[in-house]
């Protein structure tokens, strides 16, 4: 039977042997390093940025009932029809009240990971609605029929190449590989659907409690016209986006842009406050916030990681994850995938059927290094690890340790132990791979190191000691 486990062993197997895919990625992924560093020097302190961000986002989850309360009695005070959605199911829902309410036909979307994790489009698809991508990277992977591959470059893993292939066979129309070519193949399609939707998608990066504001940050200014033309917006955001002041904003928007793109800031940077007042020229006449839990309490309420609802999904962990870079971001088969997907998913979909994220990790730290919020990923992870075993524990593993831990503690079985190894090392070339070999999964693409003849306590016996007499006999 195939489980998530498995599925993700098989593709990260397939995709470690992919050598281009591991070379183009790494190139990207180099590129953005060396602009994020450069970028980092327009802060005065970079770590002082994060300690600051870090306290920020503490005092906002801490204090997570009141900002909501205080934000969404600001917008309603303003026209905007605040939703409460507990689940995922609860959330698609609404969203598809609203459209059957309005008569809807066709929706433009900008980019927003709580509809990929709430499986938005599929939903929407199935109940007769017509649904558009409007950001590129998600327009591009949505023609492919794929989800996104990395949290902030959906299409990172396409060359320009197999771009143009998929506008020609999808859109009939790809005059070159040049991607400025290729942008205006999209905005063509787009403009259209842009003027055709009924009614306009959009995520959100952070509210603001203090003045009741949703703050959508974007290099393209494709969120901006789905606001700005349907005249009816829905946004759905995660709880956890709250922003105590709306002065945090200074801090937070260059910071994402850095971490996540090495930009000193993203190109658009709009604040809603509610639907179009009267007397403004232009905006939604009618806004709907779908504010989504989908058990985010759950990781609220545990004191020990709840600092993983501090993410602003800046995707940093996931740009220097040395396993990310190798098995790439669609082998984990979630949403939010890297560092951050490993630690939250558990908590998101389920621990037992998840845990083997938080195994897929050299637990090098690079990604709580890389954290512009400081969020100990690294630890999570073993924390995570923890919890899975706790609950549900391997008995043959903890036997194997338990047996170990006898042999490793007793001299006497240790020195019969390391007899043994050499009695069946010459077996270990000729059983290599087959079923009698017990090491097949490591042996499989590694070699088992030989084991030395003699051992350094052995060595260190026999060793000529300085003054004539052995280090071992004084
Ligand atoms: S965990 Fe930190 S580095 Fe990773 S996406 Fe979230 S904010 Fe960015």
């Known amino acids: 039977m195939r489980t998530f ?14 050598l281009r895919h591991r070379q183009f990625i790494r190139t990207a992924l180099q590129g953005y390093e060396t602009a994020r560093d450069r970028r980092k020097g327009a802060f005065q302190s970079w770590e002082s940025a994060r300690q600051a961000a870090a306290e920020t986002k503490w005092q906002a989850i801490n204090h997570l009932d009141e900002h909501l309360v205080s934000l969404t009695r600001k917008l309603e005070a303003r026209g905007t029809k605040v939703h409460w959605a507990s689940t995922a199911a609860q959330a698609r ?26 499986h938005l489009n599929h939903a929407l698809e199935e ?14 992977v949505q023609l492919r029929h794929e989800t996104p591959y990395h949290i902030v470059f959906p299409s990172m893993h396409l060359q320009r190449g197999e771009i143009r292939e ?24 787009m ?13 959100a990066n952070f509210a603001i409690a203090e003045t009741g504001m949703v703050s959508i940050t974007e290099n393209e200014g494709n969120s901006r016209l789905t606001s700005a033309i349907p005249k009816t917006m829905i946004t759905l955001m995660g709880i956890e986006k709250v922003l105590p002041r709306f002065a945090d ?41 779908v504010l989504l839990d989908n058990r985010r309490t759950e990781l609220l309420a545990d004191a020990e990681q709840r600092d993983a609802l501090h993410c602003i999904r800046c995707g940093a962990c996931l740009n220097v994850c040395p396993i990310f870079r190798n098995v ?24 037992q059927s998840w845990k083997h994220l938080s195994n897929a990790s050299s637990l090098c730290g690079a990604c709580t290094q890389a954290c512009p919020v400081k969020i100990d990923l690294h630890h999570h992870l073993l924390q995570n690890r923890r919890n899975a075993s706790a609950s549900k524990p391997a008995v043959f593993e903890r036997l194997a340790y338990r047996i170990f831990g006898v042999v490793a503690n007793e001299p006497k079985f240790w020195t019969l132990a390391k007899k043994f190894g050499w009695l069946v090392q010459p077996l270990q070339q000729p059983i290599k791979g087959t079923m009698l070999d017990p090491a097949k999964a490591w042996t499989k693409t590694r070699d088992l ?18 003054g004539g007499s052995s280090p071992a006999r004084s």
Request: charged content about 25%.
């Open 5 to 18: 486990v498995s599925e993700f062993k098989d593709r990260a197997t397939a995709k470690t042997a992919d």
């Open 93 to 118: 829902d609404i969203i598809t009240q609203i459209l059957r309410d309005k008569k809807a036909r066709s929706i433009i979307k900008s980019k927003a990971m709580t509809s990929e994790e709430i």
């Open 127 to 140: 109940a007769g609605f017509s649904v558009v991508e409007s950001d590129l990277g998600e327009f591009i």
């Open 166 to 189: 998929l506008f020609q066979r999808e859109i009939g129309d790809a005059p070159s590989d040049n991607p400025q070519d290729l942008t205006m193949v999209a905005r063509r399609v």
């Open 191 to 203: 403009r259209q659907k842009f003027l055709q939707a009924d009614v306009g998608f959009t995520g």
């Open 249 to 289: 904003l200074a801090l937070f928007l260059p910071m994402l842009a850095t971490a996540g793109s090495g930009q000193s800031m993203t190109c658009y940077n709009t604040m809603y406050s509610g639907p179009r007042q009267p007397g403004e020229p232009d905006g939604p006449e009618e806004w709907h916030l």
């Open 328 to 351: 790439g971001g669609h082998t984990y088969g979630t949403t939010y995938s890297g560092p951050v997907g490993s630690v939250i998913t558990p908590h998101l979909r389920g621990l």
């Open 449 to 466: 190191p030989r084991m030395p003849r003699e051992s350094f306590k052995d060595w260190w016996r026999k060793r000529p000691a300085r």
